[in-house]
C-alpha cells in the first residue's frame, strides 16, 4: 500500500491511546517549572499571561492543559485531524486554544509569543538540521525579547536499544496497532513500520500501513544550529528533570533564548 500523505491524519483516532504512557498533566506541570524558571515573568496575552505557541500540538492535550494554567495557548500542526481531536478536547475542557494547520518548519502568527514549546519528539520527526535552522530562524522573529523555546529531544539510546529491532503492540476494543522499527546507527535514522487495523461496523477490520522515519540528532549539533541563528542554548536537562542529562535518559530537555 501506498503510504497516505499524512500518516498521522491515519493515527489520529487511537493516537491518545497509544500514547497512555505520556501524562500530560504530568508534562504541563514540568514545562510551567521550566517557564517560571527559564522565561518571562509577565506576557503579552491578556491580563499579562504569557502567550504560548506548542509546534506539533497533535490532539492538543498538553496544549490545552496548559491552558488551564493561564497560559494563552496556539497550537500547530499539520495534521487536519489530528487538529480536530484537539478543537473537540478544548471544547469539552472549556478551555480556548488556537489551533492552526501550519507545517511547524513554515508557520506564520498573527504577533509575537512568550513561550514557545515542541514536545514528545517532535524535532526528531525533522528532515534534517535545516529545518531545526528553520525553526530557530522563526522562534527568533517571533519570540518576545524574554522568549524561551523548550523542546525534547530523542535519545540515541533510544532508538538503538529501547526501538531498534523490536516490535510493539497495542490491542484495544476498536483497533489494534503494530509497530516495529529498525535504527541505522551510521545514518542516525530510525524507520518505524506501523500497521493499524481499525474495526469497522461490520465486525470486519480495516488495514493501513504506514512508516514514520525519525533522525538522531547530537546535543552538539542543536547548539551549533542555535548559535547560528543567533541563539543560545540556555540549559540541556534530563527527561522531565531538573539536573543535567544521564546515559540513562531516553529524552533530553533543550531551553533556548536569546543571547
Known amino acids: 500500500m501506498n503510504e ?3 500518516f498521522y491524519d491515519m493515527l489520529a483516532d487511537c493516537y491518545d491511546s497509544w500514547q497512555h504512557n505520556n501524562d500530560p498533566e504530568e508534562w504541563a506541570d514540568y514545562l510551567n517549572k521550566l517557564i517560571e524558571c527559564y522565561g518571562p515573568e509577565k506576557g503579552d496575552g ?13 490532539t492538543g492535550k498538553i496544549a490545552c492543559c496548559m491552558a488551564k494554567r ?19 478536547l478544548c471544547y469539552e475542557e472549556q478551555q480556548r486554544v488556537l489551533l492552526l494547520n501550519q507545517d511547524i518548519t ?4 498573527y504577533g509575537t509569543a512568550d513561550v514557545f514549546v515542541s514536545l ?10 535545516d529545518d531545526l535552522i528553520k525553526i530557530f530562524n522563526s522562534f ?6 524574554q522568549g524561551i523555546f523548550i523542546f525534547d529531544v530523542a535519545t540515541e539510546k533510544h532508538f538503538a536499544e529501547t526501538l ?28 518505524a513500520s506501523i500497521t493499524l487495523f481499525e474495526k469497522e461496523e461490520n465486525e470486519k477490520y480495516s ?39 544521564t546515559p540513562r535518559d531516553e529524552r533530553v530537555f533543550f531551553i533556548v533564548g536569546k543571547e
Not at 551549533?224 to 543535567?244: P, Q, T
Request: hydrophobic share 35%.
Open 4 to 6: 497516505p500523505l499524512n
Open 46 to 58: 491578556e491580563d499579562n499571561s504569557r502567550i504560548l505557541v506548542d509546534l506539533g500540538c497533535g
Open 70 to 88: 493561564g497560559y494563552d495557548v496556539i497550537g500547530i500542526d499539520s495534521s487536519s485531524m489530528m487538529l480536530n481531536k484537539a478543537m473537540d
Open 106 to 109: 513554515e508557520y506564520e502568527l
Open 120 to 129: 514528545l519528539d517532535t524535532i526528531n520527526h525533522l528532515n534534517g538540521i
Open 140 to 145: 527568533k522573529n517571533y519570540m518576545n525579547p
Open 164 to 191: 531498534n529491532n523490536n516490535v510493539f503492540y497495542d490491542d484495544e476494543d476498536d483497533y489494534t496497532l503494530l509497530w516495529t522499527n529498525e535504527y541505522d546507527k551510521a545514518l542516525g535514522i530510525n524507520n
Open 207 to 245: 488495514r493501513l500501513d504506514g512508516n514514520i522515519k525519525e533522525i538522531y540528532i547530537k546535543e552538539e549539533q542543536i547548539v551549533s544550529a542555535a548559535e547560528k541563528c543567533g541563539l543560545k542554548v540556555l540549559a540541556i536537562l534530563g527527561d522531565k528533570s531538573f539536573d543535567k542529562p
